[in-house]
């Protein structure tokens, strides 16, 4: 029987622009917020899908290299130029546009890869308060 967990009350704080929507194409920030859910097996020897702990470790992980980063897809990263007297820390995607969509797909991913491929991973991320996507990998 399969069962899913997961664990909440993360979040990240990233700029982003959004060249496909003429209201978001600025440079802009949000507040996203993550949830995570596994889908597996209860393991008989410990009675767990995930260890909790082992969880809250690989997203912190996984999410952690998206916070106070510009985001920006590869493809412009060439006709980008950046000069400040302060941090600029960038992340770069390889989606066409750096949207919550996109994000949340490969944050996912990350989330799988690091769990061994063995189980089905949600994330479920808000951008800003009521906006959201929910992904399901693979």
Not at 53 to 71: C, G, M, P, T, Y
Not at 105 to 132: H, P
Request: hydrophobic share 35%; proline share 4%; aromatic share 12%.
């Amino acid at each position: 029987m399969k069962v899913r967990v997961g664990i909440e009350g993360f979040s990240i704080d990233s700029a982003h622009y959004t060249l496909s929507s003429p209201k978001d194409n600025q440079l802009h920030g949000h507040t996203y917020r993550v949830t995570v859910e596994v889908e597996g097996e209860v393991h008989e020897e410990n009675g767990f899908v995930v260890d909790f702990n082992q969880l809250r470790e690989i997203v912190r992980d996984a999410i952690s290299s998206w916070d106070h980063k510009f985001i920006i897809p590869r493809r412009d990263m060439e006709k980008i130029s950046i000069t400040s007297p302060f941090k600029v820390e960038v992340k770069l995607i390889d989606a066409p546009y750096p949207t919550v969509e996109y994000i949340g797909m490969e944050m996912a991913k990350q989330i799988f890869t690091k769990l061994g491929n063995n189980f089905k991973v949600f994330v479920k991320i808000y951008e800003g308060s009521d906006s959201y996507a929910l992904i399901e990998y693979p």
